[in-house]
């Protein structure tokens, strides 16, 4: 069994700053990729950002420039640098890390950004 837990999330305002992390039970090295969903009230869940094995990052449009994705191998946790937050980034985040196209999830955080 995979175990990943996200911690992080919260409520911050518009414009602020919010650093997700995910901590695996296991070597994260092995797995093909890591990185985030996130999920609104009412919509599906959407890709954020991903992280490959070999270091290469991929990011959502609607968050490209803004987040930025990391691991650190060594403590198996993956972080995700969330800058100039807007309202419609407002969601449950979901760390994943996947081997091809089986994917294992962690609970979930939420982050509000709200005035």
């Known amino acids: 069994q995979v175990q990943l837990v996200e911690s992080g999330g919260g409520l911050v305002q518009p414009g602020g700053s919010l650093r997700l992390s995910c901590a695996a039970s296991?070597?994260?090295?092995?797995?093909?990729?890591t990185g985030w969903y996130r999920q609104a009230p009412g919509k599906q869940r959407e890709f954020v950002a991903e992280i490959s094995s070999g270091g290469s990052t991929d990011y959502a449009g609607s968050v490209k420039g803004r987040f930025t994705i990391s691991r650190d191998n060594a403590k198996n946790t993956i972080q995700l640098q969330m800058n100039s937050l807007q309202a419609e980034d407002t969601a449950v985040y979901y760390c994943?890390?996947?081997?091809?196209?089986?994917?294992?999830w962690g609970q979930g955080t939420q982050v509000t950004v709200s005035s």
């Open positions: 994943h890390a996947r081997v091809t196209a089986l994917y294992y």
């Open positions: 296991r070597n994260i090295f092995a797995f093909i990729a």
